[in-house]
């Protein structure tokens, strides 16, 4: 677990491999100032079950290698700057119980 949330931090986040983070079944970065598009690494988190990036500045589109986070049960990108389209791939995912896009 990585609970980050709500510390003003700032930059982006692409040098960062996530998809070594094995163990990693929560990751909250919610309410900081993160920019530039999520981590393309993020997508490939084999244990992840709870993404929260909201209120940053996230931008650019969601990936259709969320697919990939098999066991996603909650992901929640409200108040960035995301574009494009929902990822079909998305709406495959078993156990998403909660999906939070909105602004």
């Known amino acids: ?9 700032s930059g982006e ?15 909250d970065l919610s309410s ?12 490939f988190a084999p244990a992840l ?3 929260v990036l ?5 931008s650019g589109e969601i990936s259709e290698s969320i697919g ?8 929640t990108v409200s108040n960035n700057n995301l574009q494009g389209d929902i990822p079909v791939e998305l709406g495959a ?3 998403l119980r909660t999906i939070w896009l909105n602004n």
Do not use: M
């Open 1 to 9: 677990t990585i609970v980050l949330n709500d510390n003003s931090l």
């Open 49 to 51: 079950d709870v993404l």
């Open 54 to 58: 909201d209120n940053n500045f996230f």
């Open 68 to 75: 990939n986070l098999q066991s996603l049960q909650r992901f």
């Open 93 to 95: 995912i078993p156990n």
């Open 32 to 43: 900081n100032e993160f920019t530039g598009p999520i981590p393309p690494t993020l997508y």
């Open 13 to 27: 986040l692409t040098n960062l491999d996530f998809s070594k983070f094995s163990l990693l079944s929560i990751l």
